[in-house]
């Protein structure tokens, strides 16, 4: 399969797991928890010599527990990770006060986060010592689908020029479409490998 080795080295690396009856269900989309979860493993196996950059979060933690009208329960198996993410700036919250944790993650937001993600890692010396990939032919003014003014342009530019997501063969990048299993176990294997690359110290496994 064309996901294997990612699975097979995030899987020993406890960054992403399967199911207890020893499947991994490829297919299944990821939803806002999940994700959560798996970046909340990543950043926590970060060693204290890679230290992140966070961003502030847009809101006020304890205004997304249920309690105080969000809609994360207080004892959700995701409260931890929702928490890590957040607070790193990673992740965002809604402006109503709400996670949304069930809502599928698309190739959008995705990029969105996963910028976040690597903007608020040590690598300034990232971009400019990495082979770049055409990005203009996504763009909309060029035949592809992204539109000029999108708020997730700059996110996908990077992760493009990185060859972390790439767009499809028509040319085009398809952001609403929901990422799955499969497809988030080889972005992650490449991110992560580009982390590796340019920090050096990570555990062992990554």
């Given at each position: 399969h064309w996901a294997r080795e990612a699975i097979q080295v995030l899987v020993e690396s406890k960054v992403i797991s399967g199911y207890?009856?020893?499947?991994?269900?490829?297919?299944?989309?990821?939803?806002?928890?999940?994700?959560?979860?798996?970046?909340?493993?990543?950043?926590?196996?970060?060693?204290?010599?890679?230290?992140?950059?966070?961003?502030?979060?847009?809101?006020?933690l304890e205004k997304l527990w249920t309690e105080n009208g969000g809609d994360i329960p207080n004892n959700h198996w995701a409260k931890d990770a929702v928490q890590t993410v957040l607070e790193v700036g990673v992740m965002y919250a809604y402006e109503n006060n709400t996670f949304q944790g069930e809502q599928p993650v698309n190739r959008?937001?995705?990029?969105?986060?996963?910028?976040?993600?690597?903007?608020?890692?040590?690598?300034?010396?990232?971009e400019a010592q990495i082979p770049k990939i055409p990005f203009e032919k996504l763009l909309a003014e060029n035949g592809g689908d992204i539109p000029?003014?999108?708020?997730?342009?700059?996110?996908?530019?990077?992760?493009?020029?990185?060859?972390?997501?790439?767009?499809y063969e028509d040319q085009t990048f398809r952001g609403e479409k929901q990422i799955n299993r499969y497809e988030l176990a080889m972005v992650l294997?490449?991110?992560?490998?580009?982390?590796?690359?340019?920090s050096r110290k990570f555990q062992p496994g990554f």
């Open positions: 207890n009856d020893n499947t991994f269900r490829g297919t299944k989309q990821v939803n806002r928890y999940e994700l959560a979860m798996i970046l909340s493993s990543i950043i926590k196996n970060l060693p204290s010599s890679v230290s992140m950059q966070p961003r502030s979060s847009n809101m006020p959008y937001e995705l990029a969105v986060i996963l910028h976040a993600l690597f903007t608020a890692l040590p690598l300034s010396s990232l000029k003014e999108h708020q997730a342009k700059e996110a996908i530019e990077f992760l493009v020029k990185l060859s972390i997501l790439s767009g294997h490449r991110s992560l490998k580009i982390i590796q690359h340019f």
